[in-house]
């Protein structure tokens, strides 16, 4: 386990100030989140079919994820620390005829029973909480045995540092200032020894980045071949203790 020292640059007030908008596609950085939501997709569903699943999205945020899984048939639950993300969330599912159980909750503490989940999605989150160990356990509890945990975070390097806040936060302005901050990434080695102590069998992890720029000049995202910024993968709770 390591220390994380949390810094005023970790706004997640952000996503209070912006959920009225999270739809609208008029805010440029919401419109980057949404765009990462097929390549995650693409890769995870190398890993698992969602028909008839249910499936924990912890930090939904306004619901992109949560209603692109829900679309291809799981049971989908999200829950986030923001309450208009949240209400904002429950607002676009209604209007899509999506059923999503939405709640305003945090990952450090999960209101759901044990081994409820047979998968739970964590993306753009990991380097976000200020208690990874509790978060990573609270994931392991709800999942069944055997149960799939799916993420991406970003690594703790000079490069990712550079590229997701000197760049996208203060130049080119693709996120707001403050979005990150770079001492609460996370390197692979670290996540892989933090799940590998909550008893998951960790899968090969992969890099995942901007792959191109669609008609409104945004960026669209898919798998990389390097770890070094942001990367994903995938986790199995143990079916007991003594599989790993």
Known sequence: MFDRQVSDRNRLDIYDDTAKDWWSDEVRWVRTLKNMVPG????????IEWAGKRV?????????????????????????????????????????GL????TVGMGEDLPYEDTY?????????????????KVISEIHRVLK??????FDTINRSKLAAFVTVTMAEDVLRILPRGTHDPEMYITPGELRSELENAQFQV??????????????????????????????????????????
């Open 40 to 47: 995650r997709l693409r890769y995870f569903e190398n890993f």
């Open 56 to 96: 924990l999205d912890v930090g939904c945020a306004g619901g992109f994820m949560s209603e692109a899984i829900a679309k291809r048939g799981a049971l989908v639950s999200g829950i986030d620390p923001s309450i208009p993300a949240i209400a904002a969330a429950k607002e676009h599912a209604a209007i899509g």
């Open 99 to 102: 059923e999503i159980n939405y």
């Open 117 to 133: 989940f047979d998968a739970v999605v964590c993306v753009d989150v990991l380097e976000h909480v200020t208690d990874l160990n």
């Open 145 to 150: 045995p055997g149960g799939l945990f799916l």
């Open 203 to 244: 899968g090969k992890l992969t890099g995942f980045g901007p792959r191109g720029i669609d008609r409104k000049g945004d960026l669209t995202f898919g798998r990389l071949p390097g770890t070094a910024i942001i990367y994903m993968g995938t986790a199995r709770r143990a079916t007991t203790r003594t599989d790993i």
